[in-house]
């Protein structure tokens, strides 16, 4: 099973090279659209490690709040995203744990969802682009798939990660980790960590304790103060210190080291890097790291025998979460700071209006352009399939129809793209948020040459002239917007 892992190492600088101009324009898109929004990554196994990055890079670089979590986290203990956004990192994309993740988190509102996959036309990545709000980042390594612990797939989802950050990565990294001698001895791995190196404290404890290498415990440095250092107390012999070190922990760990007592086996592996870019640096020479363990087993990391319990226990099926009420009344509740038993008003509201709603005779029905019939990811693409053969489902029923937009002439040609043309003049269109009307039909509107009134006008020299303005964005002024 597997591949060498000594083979998946020497590939690692020419994925990185490919990594820094593969097209991750799904992704960065992702990350502009989300980056005022809290952000729930998840990812399990080599992936785990890829969504600790994602979240730690969310909240430096993006400023706002962000976890990870695994799938089996989010299909527990998740029941209202509110509104946050959600990234699934998977290599494969055929995980049924990340699938079942997905289509929950979908349930529970999330904003939007990225799905970053490793590999083409996975089950994964095809679930998500049925969502609305789905952008789906699908980029094969050149290296091909990974042996047992992830390796270059991990390093270039990193890579994409960092770059839809708006992270200026160098051209070339590091990529040889310290040398080790004796590791068998140590039956435990402290590994010290801070900072931007707590993603790859997670990924040495995952592929540490995944190959059989020892048990890996992670502690951040200041934590390994309250209690962690016992082990090392009692079992001196048996315990090896990895340290790793960013220019930001520099200090830190070296006080940490000067404390420890004579005689304990210390590894240091170090960047000289900053920020995203020194853990990724660090992370590749982590992978170093492990291979060095694995050397002084005798064991190679990327082909173990797995046993058949291990196989039965990876594809034993997530569990299904309870029983979720709907979106609608869960989006009422948290507006309205309500809770069971008082949210059982919501739930009552909730059921009487379905039932009216199912009984009325409904001839006409208005919906906002973006966000309803186009998700954000859509609006250069149009409108989907699926929602393009609703529509005209309700059209031939004789339905009225009117879209209301901020937009003007690119919703006219997506609607007319998406319906019959027989049909057109049961559609109205509101253009410039309902400021122009005219049918479906009516190929001259929005007239964008019809003349400003004299408020618009004041408005439009007053927000040219303003220079914070004429720096970031371009004003365009139509006759009632």
Not at 97 to 120: F, K, Y
Not at 410 to 439: C, D, F, H, I, M
Request: hydrophobic share 40%; glycine share 8%.
């Amino acid at each position: 099973m597997g591949r060498q892992y000594s083979g998946e190492l020497e590939a690692l600088p020419a994925t990185y090279t490919w990594a820094l101009e593969a097209d991750i324009e799904p992704l960065r898109r992702f990350a502009a659209s989300v980056s005022r929004s809290s952000l729930l990554a998840i990812g399990s196994g080599g992936s785990s490690t890829a969504a600790h990055f994602a979240a730690v890079l969310h909240r430096l670089q993006a400023g706002a709040f962000a976890r990870h979590g695994t799938p089996l986290d989010a299909l527990l203990t998740d029941r209202d995203l509110g509104g946050a956004a959600v990234m699934l990192l998977s290599a494969s994309g055929r995980n049924r744990d990340a699938i079942a993740a997905l289509e929950h988190c979908a349930r529970i509102d999330a904003r939007a969802v990225a799905v970053v996959c490793t590999q083409q036309g996975s089950k994964l990545a095809l679930a998500a682009k049925k969502l609305g709000q789905g952008y789906v980042l699908e980029c094969p390594v050149p290296s091909g798939r990974d042996g047992f612990l992830a390796t270059n797939s991990l390093l270039a989802t990193c890579v994409f990660l960092a770059r839809a950050y708006e992270v200026e990565l160098p051209p070339t990294l590091a990529f040889a980790g310290p040398e080790i001698r004796n590791s068998p001895r140590h039956a435990v791995m402290e590994i010290l960590y801070g900072g931007w190196a707590s993603p790859v404290a997670t990924d040495l404890e995952s592929k540490l304790n995944e190959a059989a290498l020892g048990s890996a415990q992670i502690a951040d440095y200041r934590n390994f103060g309250h209690g962690r250092h016992l082990r090392l107390a009692r079992y001196p012999d048996e315990t090896l210190v990895v340290q790793l070190i960013t220019p930001e922990t520099a200090e830190i760990a070296a006080k940490v080291k000067a404390l420890l007592p004579d005689g304990i086996d210390v590894v240091e592996v170090a960047t000289r890097l900053s920020g995203p870019a020194g853990a990724i640096e660090l992370m590749a020479k982590g992978f170093a790291f492990v291979g060095s363990v694995a050397r002084n087993h005798s064991i190679d990391p990327g082909r173990p025998q797995v046993p058949t319990f291990g196989r039965r226990l990876y594809h034993l099926p997530p569990p299904q979460p309870s029983e979720e009420r709907p979106a609608p009344i869960r989006r009422k509740e948290r507006l309205l700071q309500l809770r069971e038993p008082a949210g059982g008003v919501v739930t009552a509201a909730f059921k009487d209006f379905t039932r009216r709603l199912a009984r009325a005779q409904i001839r006409g029905l208005v919906l906002d352009y973006d966000g309803t019939l186009c998700s954000p990811e859509e609006r250069f693409t149009g409108i989907r399939p699926e929602i393009s053969q609703e529509l005209q489902r309700l059209l031939n029923g004789g339905l009225i129809l009117g879209v209301a937009s901020g937009r003007g002439r690119s919703v006219r040609e997506a609607l007319q793209r998406a319906v019959k043309p027989t049909t057109w003049n049961q559609v109205v269109l509101g253009y410039y948020n309902g400021g122009e009307l005219a049918p479906l039909a009516d190929d001259t509107s929005p007239d964008r040459d019809a003349p400003l009134d004299s408020l618009m006008e004041l408005a439009h020299q007053r927000l040219g002239a303003d220079p914070l303005l004429r720096k970031s964005a371009t004003v365009t002024a139509r006759r009632a917007q």
